[in-house]
């Protein structure tokens, strides 16, 4: 059974950058079949897909944060990170780290996702 | 940029009725649609793909249709289990993808 974890401090002070680990389990982050992606939900709001990463390193950046994001991949670990420089308060989230199927376009599993409060 | 624009924002149902969420894509994205159900403190479950395919598990009772800009989902006897919101998502550049801004079904 596939698992998702996200890991990563719960509070982070304006300005500074949120960073954000990913630990697959259950299977491998080296597969062609799918992306890594990282999608955000303020609280009381809606879905926003931030970005995406295959396993070979290729990324995909929403354009609205692409000067804000990073994200990396480890295969020796089966983790995938996310960094989100310069926080504001709108950076204020639930995060949550899910593996996207290639051949339906669509995101399969989850993570539990994790609350990011930007905050000093 | 593809703007997903979902409708209604909220809709008061009972069970046993059937509810219909529509959403509009800004340009067209052909088949490329997938619908979620998003319960409180939860994580979004896939209940659609490719606008009209049943993912494996969900109940029949969820159907979608649509293609190019107008997409809908439909809910053909509403079960207490499926008050909650839900979301639709482009996916014409995947991994690119968008969200609509959600449609919370809520008892009447």
């Known amino acids: 059974q596939l698992q998702l974890q996200e890991s990563g401090p719960g509070l982070v002070k304006p300005s500074e950058t949120l960073s954000l680990t990913c630990t697959v389990s259950g299977g491998s982050i080296s597969s062609s079949s799918y992306y890594w992606g990282w999608i955000r939900q303020p609280p009381g709001k809606g879905l926003e897909w931030i970005g995406s990463i295959y396993y070979s390193g290729s990324t995909y950046y929403n354009p609205s944060l692409k000067s804000r994001v990073t994200i990396s991949v480890d295969t020796s670990k089966n983790q995938f990170s996310l960094k989100l420089s310069s926080v504001t308060a709108a950076d204020t989230a639930v995060y949550y780290c899910?593996?996207?199927?290639?051949?339906?376009?669509?995101?399969?599993?989850w993570g539990q996702g994790t609350l990011v409060t930007v905050s000093s | 940029d593809i703007q997903m624009t979902q409708s209604p924002s909220s809709v008061s149902a009972s069970v046993g009725d059937r509810v219909t969420i529509t959403c509009r894509a800004s340009q067209g994205i052909s088949s490329w649609l997938a619908w979620y159900q998003q319960k409180p403190g939860k994580a979004p479950k896939l209940l659609i793909y490719?606008?009209?395919s049943l993912q494996s598990g969900v109940p029949s009772r969820f159907s979608g249709s649509g293609s190019g800009t107008d997409f809908t989902l439909t809910i053909s006897s509403l079960q207490p289990e499926d008050f909650a919101t839900y979301y639709c998502q482009q996916a014409n550049s995947f991994p690119q993808v968008t969200f609509g801004g959600g449609t919370k079904v809520e008892i009447k």
């Open positions: 899910a593996r996207q199927l290639v051949v339906v376009a669509a995101t399969i599993y």
């Open positions: 490719a606008a009209s």
